[in-house]
């Protein structure tokens, strides 16, 4: 682009010189107007790259900002659904607070992962513990949207826990179910954690914000937040409590 702008400015200089020819011989409107030109044009490429082509774009969502951090929202055309992001993966570590699409939309694609060996790790709320009717449950009901309750993210929970059960039956030491009293409201996806090669999903749980219009990030292990989610989320593992 700033090649572009400079052949522009180049030409419109000549052509200005042009028009004054010999300025013993230029008229005084040629003179005007050679000088005119040569000055907005080399003004306005001035302006242009000090505006424009010297500062980078800001982020938007589905948007590579550099080659270790994505921006996307869910409902970007290009948003990459939980087979595409983990093709290929070693090991699956997901942490949220019903993991229910995660139960239902992805159910065959879990089963298939365990069929080809890959360990899965998943780490949700405590329903046992906390109770359908706790502040906790109400709180998070709230904060997901007016249409939700405490006994929805209860029954959520609940029913997540079972298929996950399910699913570790058929995996054998595969499959690591774990739960805590409280997690934040986002969304963690890790692909092959504490790898060179590993990379970290978070999506974000704005307040009341709808599904699909959830924002979030993908960061590979080569940038310098990822060691931090990394250890962040894997204390948060470690400390969880099995479930049986």
Known sequence: MKLTVYIALALFVMIGLALMGSVKE???LRLLVGAAIIIFSTVGAALYLVAFAGLPKPAVAGEMISDMVRLFKRND???ENLDTYSKGAEEILIAGTTLNPLATEF???LEEQVRNGTRIK?????PEEIGPDSDLMRKIAEHQGPERSANDIFQEITASLTAFRELREKGDKQVEIKAIRGLPTDTVTMIN???AHGKIRVELRPYKMRQELRPGFELTSEHRLYDLLYQQYMRLWD???EIP
């Open 26 to 28: 230029a008229s005084e």
């Open 122 to 126: 998943l780490l949700l709320i405590d």
């Open 77 to 79: 055309p290009d948003y």
């Open 193 to 195: 954690p504490g790898r």
């Open 239 to 241: 400390e969880a409590k």
């Open 107 to 109: 159910k065959e694609f």
